[in-house]
Each structure stands twice: as C-alpha cells, then as structure tokens.
C-alpha cells in the first residue's frame, strides 16, 4: 500500500506554544518545591550550558524498593529543573521560554492533544500540552551529554527484582531498548505474547499514521439530494465531532448547521427531509464486550463519542444509537434556524447529492495524541475501521484487526505470536508481545519516519497529563511517558523514560493473573521509576 505523502509540518512560533491550564499549579508547586535547588543548577550550568545533565545517583549494593523510588524522583526533578534552569526562566503561562524554541526547532507542537499552529488560520485549536524537558532533551536536545547505553546485567540486578513483585500475578514479560540504536538491553519472555489491554493503542497508532499519513482529517458533511429536499448527515468516521457550544478546536456540529443552514436559505427551502448516513463502516457496531461505559456503539457517525454527559474522557454511559442521536441534534440546530425537519432517519447518500456543508476533525496527529492521553476507546476503533478502509479492508472490527497487522507487517515490525481483534485493546483475545511493543516505540522514534513522532508526544506525561495524571506523584513525573493497560487481570505499561545518563529508553511491562489493579499498577510504577533512575553502565 503507498503511504499519502505527508505536507511539510509548519514550524509552531514560540508564543503559541503554551502549557494546558490544568498543569500551571502543578508546576507552580514543583517549582515552589525546588526554589534553592534550582538557583544551585543554575549557577552551575551557565558555564557551560551545553554539558547540562543530572548528578549519578550511588547506588548502595542493597537497595530496597523505596530507595529506587526516592531516588528516581530526586533524578526526575533534578534532570527537568537543571535543564529547565539552565536554558531560561519559566515564563507566565508555566511552560518554559527555551522549551517553546525547542519544540519550533523540531518543527513540531508535541505534548497531550496535538497542537495546530493558530498561525494557520485554524482559530481556537487544541492546545499542545507540556512535554517533559528531560523527555525533550532524550529525543536530540543538544544541550544534553548522553553517555553509552545501559548494560543488560546491570539492568537484570534493578528491574528483575521488581518484577517479582507479586502485585505482577503469575506472569510477566518485559523488554528495555535503547531508541538510538533499537538494541534490546534487557528482556525476560519478551517475545511471549500476551493480553496487551490499552496499550495495543500504540499498534493502532502507528498502522494508522502509517497508513493515512499524520495530516489526513475526518470529515462530516451534509448532503442535498436534488428534487427531494432530503438532506443527508454523511458521517465520516470522526468520534471528535463535538456539539459543545466551545468545539476547542475540534469539528463543531453547530458549525455544520450553521453553514448548512445558511446554504438552505440561499436556495429559498425551509423545511427538509432529514436523514443520516453511516455506510463508511461495516459489520457490527457493538464490540464484542458488549455495551460498556468505555466505548459506545462503533458508528460512522456520532457526536461527543454519544456521552450522556459533557465529559469528554473516562468512562460514562453512552446513547444506544450513535447516529440517530447525533441527527437529532443536528436537526435542533437547523431549527433554530428556522429550518423545519423531518424525525431523521437512515439513508444512503446518492452520488447525485449536492455537498452544501462540511467540517472537518483536526489532523490524525491530534486524534492520535488524544487517543493515547485519554486512553480514548472510541478514537481507537474508528481509526482502526480508517485504516482498514484506507487498506482495501472492510470498514469494521475484523477488517481494522486485518488492517492493523497489514500496516505493522509493512513497517517489518515483529509480529511473532501477535494478535489483534480490535484497536482499542478491550478485547481479551489480544496478543501482544514486548518486544513488538518496544519496537513500536523505536519506529516512532525514527528520523525516516516523522509521520510517527506523534506515538511519542502523545504518551501520557508521569504526574501530569491523561491517564497518568496522578501517578508518579511520588517519583518519576515528568520523566516517565507511558501509556497504561488495565483489564480485570491485567496491567501493562509502555513507553519512553530518560535515564540518569540521558539516555532515551523504550519499555514494555505486561503482567496477566493479577488480583490487585491498584497494587499492580503501583509496582509498575516503581519499576518504570527504577529505570528512570538508573545509570546501569
């Protein structure tokens, strides 16, 4: 399959690039917190900005659990505020001056829900989120001295005990690579597949952009049949499409009637035939868990992913038909235009149809960050059935599964043992291994595929951002990203960390059989926590 080409990504200006509201008093504490600390590094590193990089912890040759916590937190916020010290002042908006002339430089707008550059006459665009600055310098910063790779025994002595926590259950497999090279440092069953849960999100991720190219929108458009006066909601896939008075940047559905309306009136018609159509996607839209706060119905067509509330993350119960409810709203908003509508229902738009209106979901880059912050089911699913449509493949749960390893298979990727059913992870009959994790996380990181660089800027921020908000609090935040896995029996976590010689690694955790989901995320954490710290050489 050819991969569009992807058109040149704008550079962001660095006054556009702003940290979420949300993050301000966390950083506003953490800054509070490390005041003195953060004059010493200063003083320290003006000098000789270049060679900036955190102290080596010294290990004691026995070192319990709690100090490798201890210890990775110290390095975590040394790392971030000596960098952040050394290369400029925190400015109002909480995010870093010299990180805003970091991410123009890379010509990209990184962090938690994507950003587009407002310069480009995208008004009201989602905000980027902060990405971590050691996680910055770990992707080419050139401010960083980066020492040789950690060594596998050393690694073994650190993670392996962790491991054997018994929060982990009966089973676990876990790989480390190095992201410069792609060499594996340390595995134990990296290579035994197993139930991936939500971190199967970083495979649909990356079929998608792989297969679509980062740039390629969703679009929803209301089409006129001639003679008739029906007009048809065509659904285009987009699970972002919103009908929230503030879209924030994503597809409004007010905005698509507004325009509708406006071409309605121009052609002298009042009162219209409303009917809806989602034949984009195929096969059942229930997944194979049934009906579940996680996930609604899978439709072509649907607005605010069907929530019964106005959240916009996390589970909550969903409308049953997608569509008709999206329709409904739809039609309420062309009344208030004055244009009388039928009780919609659904319908196939003719290619006869006149396009009057359409509106159209930021880039995939976006969706994707999205997905990856929030954990975002619906996202998942639909970019699955995207991929599988782009591929030949039929719009739905088989043909996305088809499609997923088609797409990963091109990118001769590792797929030994791997299984996929759907792309969101919720089905237990996923099969994932960490070596194909871990290789998924060192193919976003290639130079020769930029159009995958979002896999990475995406992953949840430790302590600050989507499904890894309140984790690490007590180690690791802001040097951990990663993105969790959680069903009845499983926890997995996957992503990047920087370790205390600036290394950028790739980490894949999965652990089956557990009793405790709590409990087995903490001893995730701490493993994640004890990589962040370690100086294995």
Request: glycine share 10%.
């Amino acid at each position: 399959m050819v991969v569009p080409e992807l058109r040149p990504w704008r550079a962001a200006r660095p006054h556009v690039v702003r940290a979420a509201n949300a993050v301000r008093p966390r950083l506003a504490r953490a800054a509070g917190t490390v005041r003195p600390k953060l004059e010493r590094a200063a003083a320290a590193a003006k000098p000789q900005l270049a060679r900036v990089r955190p102290a080596r912890i010294s290990w004691p040759k026995t070192v319990r659990t709690w100090q490798y916590t201890a210890g990775a937190a110290t390095a975590g916020v040394t790392l971030a505020v000596a960098v952040a010290t050394a290369a400029g002042p925190w400015d109002s908006t909480g995010q870093r001056t010299a990180e805003a002339d970091r991410a123009a430089a890379l010509d990209r707008t990184g962090g938690a829900d994507h950003g587009r550059n407002p310069d480009s006459g995208e008004a009201g665009a989602p905000r980027p989120a902060p990405s971590a600055v050691s996680v910055l310098t770990g992707l080419g910063a050139a401010m960083s001295t980066v020492k040789s790779a950690p060594t596998g025994p050393a690694l073994s002595g650190v993670l392996g005990p962790l491991l054997e926590d018994a929060a982990l259950g009966t089973r676990h497999t876990a790989a480390v690579v190095d992201v410069a090279t792609g060499k594996r440092l340390y595995g134990t069953g990296a290579d035994t597949a197993m139930t991936p849960a939500s971190v199967t999100k970083i495979a649909t991720a990356v079929a998608a952009l792989s297969t679509l190219g980062a740039d390629h929108r969703l679009t929803t458009r209301a089409a006129l049949e001639p003679d008739t006066k029906e007009l048809v909601l065509v659904g285009g896939g987009d699970p972002t499409l919103t009908a929230h008075q503030d879209a924030e940047g994503w597809a409004s559905l007010r905005d698509l009637a507004d325009r509708t309306a406006a071409a309605l009136d121009k052609r002298g018609i009042k009162q219209v035939t409303l009917s809806y159509d989602t034949t984009l996607y195929t096969g059942p839209e229930l997944h194979p868990i049934g009906v579940n706060v996680n996930l609604a119905p899978v439709s072509a067509l649907m607005a605010d992913e069907g929530r019964t509330d106005d959240s916009t993350s996390g589970p909550v119960v969903r409308v049953t038909d997608p569509a008709a409810d999206a329709a409904r709203t739809f039609g309420s908003f062309l009344a208030g235009h004055g244009i009388r509508t039928t009780s919609p229902g659904p319908s196939k738009a003719t290619t006869r149809a006149e396009n009057l209106a359409a509106v159209s979901s930021p880039p995939l880059s976006s969706l994707v960050e999205r997905m990856l912050t929030n954990s975002d089911n619906d996202i998942a699913e639909a970019l699955a059935r995207q991929t599988a449509a782009a591929s030949g493949e039929p719009a739905s749960f088989g043909g996305g599964a088809s499609a997923i390893g088609r797409a990963l298979n091109k990118l001769e990727l590792p797929l030994k043992g791997a299984e996929f059913h759907d792309g969101s992870g919720l089905d237990r009959d996923d099969r994932l291994t960490a070596d194909l994790l871990t290789a998924l996380l060192v193919k976003a990181g290639d130079p020769a595929h930029p159009e995958l660089r979002p896999v990475l800027t995406g992953l949840p921020v430790a302590g600050f951002t989507g499904t890894l908000t309140s984790r690490y609090t007590g180690g690791a935040a802001g040097v951990v990203r990663a993105k969790t896995g959680t069903l009845t029996g499983v926890n997995t976590l996957a992503g990047t960390v920087v370790d205390q010689d600036g290394r950028l690694l790739a980490f894949a955790f999965l652990a089956s059989n557990t009793t405790n989901a709590l409990e087995a995320q903490s001893a995730l954490d701490r493993t994640a926590t004890a990589l962040a710290a370690c100086g294995c050489s």
